[in-house]
């Protein structure tokens, strides 16, 4: 007796894969969340990250998979307030501020028409005035608003930690959501001498960002530079890989009061260090638009240009091939006499 093989039920199929795709981006948030709980800076008595990737992190899956991402997160979410603290009822409005802050960023980025490539001024605009700056106010309210509600945070120190807790991410998304959509979206090239190019740039910034984020002399403009050279010779790739790197370098060294924040209270601190991550961000972020808009636009009046040409050629060619409703030199059937002919 033969066996039949069925085929696979497609809701099976779709449930499945869901699953998986959940399951990912909870993974994906936590341990974004577990590395920005490495470096962590005190206002006011309370603890913030100056940077949280999970944002950064939830805003990308988002806008690659869709809405359906929002239960990952909240999953995610839950899982880093477990890593810290047990579970109790309050922490649940904490997965709601979390989740809903990424989704309104989502859902506000797809009405203006945003582009997960990144390459209109409008796209990086988009992405730092609603992705970030707007959607993150959720939850900073929420997180703050419930510190002082639950007495471990006093009222007056609301607009201190509001700041911190609101910039940190904020920054998130500025930083991470655009190097997540880049791998998405990565198409490398191959050409050698944009690599050496690429090479030489990766091993100056190793050596230059340590050194303007850890010297005590202030040198953190040398970075921009750096940021400049990325974003004119490689776009969003060059410019927000070079961007995260010196956020990175510059968290540490905030973290541990060296170098340009050092003697420093931490209010000083966290100020200089945002200040300085928020402006490095937009500039890398913008510029790399700006110069990805204006190749896109010179290459589409090419494009046309090329087109032109084509179609003035075909219609010079036209005009010198003879119409086949032109008589010929003497006539259909041979000269005639009063062509000049006996």
């Known amino acids: 007796m033969a066996a039949v093989v069925g085929t696979p039920d497609p809701e099976l199929r779709r449930t499945a894969v869901f699953a998986l795709q959940t399951l990912a981006v909870a993974v994906g948030y936590y341990v974004a969340g577990r ?3 490495v470096r962590q800076l005190v206002v006011e008595g309370a603890v913030f990250t100056p940077i949280w990737p999970p944002t950064g992190v ?3 899956c988002l806008l690659i998979l869709g809405i359906r991402s929002w239960l ?38 797809r009405k203006v028409g945003f582009r997960t490539d990144l390459a209109r001024l409008r796209d990086g605009l ?29 009222a007056g120190s609301f607009w201190a930690v509001f700041l911190a807790w609101w910039v940190g991410d904020a920054m998130g998304v ?6 997540l959509l880049m791998f ?15 090479t030489g740039l990766a091993l100056i910034s190793l050596a230059a960002v340590p050194f303007a984020t850890r010297s005590p002399i202030s040198l953190l403009f040398l970075v921009y530079p750096l940021l400049i050279w990325a974003a004119l010779r490689f776009q969003l790739a060059g410019s927000m890989l070079c961007a995260l790197f010196t956020s990175v370098m510059a968290t540490v060294a905030a973290t541990d009061a060296v170098g340009p924040f050092a003697r420093m209270t931490r209010v000083e601190v ?26 896109s636009t010179r290459r589409s009046v090419e494009r046309a240009c ?4 084509e179609v003035l050629e075909h219609l010079t060619a036209g005009d010198n091939r003879p119409s086949p409703y032109d008589p010929p030199p003497f006539g259909r059937h041979g000269p005639h006499k009063r062509d000049g002919f006996p």
């Open 270 to 295: 966290m100020i200089k260090l945002q200040a300085f991550n928020g402006t490095m961000a937009l500039t890398a972020l913008l510029l790399s638009a700006v110069i990805m808009e204006q190749r």
């Open 35 to 37: 590395l920005g709980l």
């Open 126 to 154: 988009a992405l730092v005035f609603l992705g970030a700056l707007t959607a993150m106010l959720i939850s900073s309210t929420v997180g703050v608003g419930l510190l002082v509600l639950t007495d471990r945070l006093a």
């Open 174 to 179: 500025l930083i991470v959501t655009p190097v």
């Open 184 to 198: 998405h979206r990565a198409q490398w090239s191959e050409r050698p001498t944009r690599w050496k190019e690429a």
């Open 306 to 309: 090329q087109e032109l040409v």
């Open 72 to 109: 990952g997160i909240a999953l995610g979410v839950l899982l880093v307030i477990l890593s810290i603290t047990s579970l109790r009822p309050v922490a649940l409005v904490n997965v709601a501020g979390n989740t809903l802050a990424p989704v309104c960023a989502y859902l506000l980025l």
């Open 58 to 60: 939830a805003v990308a």
